[in-house]
């Protein structure tokens, strides 16, 4: 069974700078898929990146991107220019690549609380 | 809005009643998922349907069952509940159910059971 663990449970950083959430992960498969989602006050989960383990480059989306480590098995993530409404819960998530009618399910793990402070 | 629904928002009830909760997908969506949130458990996967058929099942209690309906909206029904069983309830969509990062999951804004 695959596990992902989030070693840090909270962090804060002033607005417009940067911060790294670190994400670790243990499987034996060879080719998953990692994400990143946040989780807002509202609740609503949120798809914020995503990488596939058998591309090499690092995934960007705007101020979002990721360090992604397959031999350590580490897939960070680093918020550029922290704006306020980044306040939130963020999961790093893992998917096998199973295939066909085996099902697709997500693996969280505990999640980093990220405080965004004026 | 993801363009998952969830209904209802919250429920309160009482330990040994009988709720269902319901999901509609984003409209071409065939797969649909049950997520459990809760203090203790964090976010588990409970089961995943796909045009209408169970296709991998997870931590899910014996007390727990969903179906997914030919229209492709899916129901979540959990009985006998205890006051462990409270928490918050996602349903997510994807189109195909595929293992690809391209078929991202979508997240409904999940069903607040609380359990008395």
């Known amino acids: 069974a695959q596990t992902v663990t989030q070693s840090q449970p909270e962090m804060s950083v002033q607005e417009a700078e940067t911060v790294t959430l670190s994400c670790t992960y243990d499987?034996?498969?060879?080719?998953?898929?990692l994400f990143w989602y946040k989780q807002p006050p509202s609740r609503q989960m949120i798809l914020v990146i995503r990488?596939?383990?058998?591309?090499?480059q690092n995934a960007t989306e705007n101020r979002f991107s990721v360090n992604f480590q397959k031999a350590a098995k580490s897939f960070s993530l680093k918020i550029s220019d922290s704006q306020l409404g980044d306040t939130a819960m963020y999961f790093c998530a893992f998917m096998k690549h199973a295939g066909g009618a085996a099902g697709n399910k997500l693996t969280f793990g505990g999640g980093t609380r990220v405080l965004v402070k004026p | 809005d993801s363009g998952v629904t969830q209904t209802p928002k919250h429920l309160i009830t009482a330990t040994g009643q009988r709720v269902t909760l319901r999901c509609s997908p984003r409209?071409?969506?065939?797969?649909v998922y049950w997520y459990q949130q809760s203090l203790d458990q964090g976010l588990q996967f409970l089961i995943q349907y796909y045009n209408g058929e169970e296709r991998a099942k997870g931590n899910i209690l014996e007390r727990f069952s969903a179906q997914q309906f030919p229209d492709l909206h899916s129901e979540l029904n959990l009985s006998s509940l205890e006051l462990g069983d409270s928490a918050l309830y996602f349903c997510?969509?994807?189109?195909?159910?595929?293992?690809?990062?391209?078929?991202?999951?979508?997240f409904g804004p999940g069903t607040r059971l609380t359990v008395l």
């Open positions: 990488q596939e383990a058998y591309k090499q």
């Open positions: 997510a969509s994807s189109t195909s159910g595929q293992s690809t990062s391209t078929d991202t999951q979508y």
């Open positions: 409209s071409g969506d065939l797969s």
């Open positions: 499987t034996s498969e060879s080719n998953y898929y």
